[in-house]
């Protein structure tokens, strides 16, 4: 049985469930799955997700055996050259972790031969922080303008990640930056983007993303339990 942090005893079943009601409308969830086995993967949307977040490439081909297209699949995590093959580029129906013209320009060239448009979105590093992955604030709108040419390839929003606090209202002004991004682009009215998705807050930070605008959130301790070891 896997426990939920606030409230112990629960099942993923239960957790899902109160998650669900709990999250107004219009509003998805994206069970961050890292970790965890395919078959707690298959839990999960037995109770109710329809997407499943992927930070790692086999991680995500075992799970994405077992459950298949029962579930929606997103990439979350960070996305090298190599990985963007044919296999992989099949498998997802989003990848929320686009952060160079160089990645984004590989996604295209491949699914360009396979007949597919990838929708993604771009990550922002709205912390500035160093070690993380995503564009600075003000680099977001050439990369869209960028990726915009590309014809296999679609800007669908925006995915933020945010330095961890231990409290949440610390990560509210990053959320409101990334926020005031997606408006901005989307009133440019560039073509082939649409600025439908902003990807914010995960377990400790959902409840404030979603106050500031967020209509995907990443969850994965709340759904699943705590990761051990933690990541
Ligand atoms: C792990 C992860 C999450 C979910 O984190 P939790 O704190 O377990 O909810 C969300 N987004 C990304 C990109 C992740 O890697």
């Not at 707690?40 to 075992?62: M, S, T």
């Not at 160079?100 to 996604?107: Q, T």
């Not at 491949?110 to 590093?125: D, F, H, S, T, Y």
């Amino acid at each position: 049985m896997d426990y939920n942090i606030d409230m112990p005893g629960q099942t993923i079943k239960e957790t899902v469930a109160r998650l669900l009601a709990e999250l107004p409308d219009g509003v998805e969830v994206v069970a961050a799955a890292k970790t965890r086995t395919p078959e707690k993967v298959l839990e999960a949307v037995q109770a109710g997700i329809r997407i499943i977040g992927e930070n790692y490439v086999r991680e995500a081909k075992e799970a994405h055996e077992l459950v298949g297209k029962r579930a929606k699949w997103h990439f979350i995590g960070t996305l090298q050259k190599h990985n963007v093959r044919r296999k992989v580029l099949e498998m997802f129906d989003m990848i929320e972790s686009v952060d160079s013209l160089e990645i984004a320009g590989e996604i295209d060239r491949r699914c360009a031969q396979m007949g597919k448009i990838m929708p993604v979105l771009i990550e922002v590093n709205s912390g500035r922080e160093p070690q993380k992955s995503g564009v600075l604030s003000e680099d977001v709108e050439q990369l869209t303008r960028d990726i915009s040419s590309l014809k296999s390839i679609k800007v669908m929003g925006l995915m933020t990640m945010g330095p961890r606090f231990g409290d949440p209202e610390d990560s509210r002004p990053y959320f409101q930056e990334t926020r005031k991004i997606l408006d901005r682009i989307k009133r440019l009215q560039i073509p082939n983007v649409e600025m439908r998705y902003l990807s914010m807050g995960m377990t400790n930070s959902y409840k404030v993303a979603v106050q500031e605008g967020a209509n995907i959130v990443r969850i994965g301790t709340r759904i699943f339990g705590e990761r051990v070891p933690p990541s």
